[in-house]
């Protein structure tokens, strides 16, 4: 599992093979991001209980996750 604190792991692949794979703290959906792409990530969020939280737009998730692009999900690892 990678290590430090508040790990981030972003994009719609990205983020559905690590909330397969590793505990995850919250996931973040931005809004306006395609409802079949992320829909996925919700469900399998939802089933494990964790924390979804939804960002207006895919340039405000981005730019908290530091990235120069818009992301539709990203999530933080326990």
């Given at each position: 599992?990678?290590?430090?604190?508040?790990?981030?792991v972003?994009g719609?692949?990205?983020?559905?093979?690590?909330?397969?794979?590793?505990?995850?703290?919250?996931?973040?959906?931005?809004?306006?991001?395609?409802?079949?792409?992320?829909?996925?990530?919700?469900?399998?969020?939802?089933?494990?209980?964790?924390?979804?939280?939804?960002?207006?737009?895919?340039?405000?998730?981005?730019?908290?996750?530091?990235?120069?692009?818009?992301?539709?999900?990203?999530?933080?690892?326990?």
């Open positions: 599992m990678p290590e430090g604190d508040n790990q981030r972003v719609i692949k990205q983020t559905l093979k690590a909330l397969k794979k590793y505990e995850c703290k919250v996931v973040y959906i931005a809004k306006e991001a395609d409802k079949h792409l992320v829909q996925p990530i919700i469900d399998l969020a939802e089933s494990k209980a964790i924390e979804i939280v939804y960002m207006d737009t895919m340039k405000e998730l981005g730019e908290f996750c530091r990235i120069d692009v818009g992301a539709a999900a990203a999530l933080e690892l326990k």
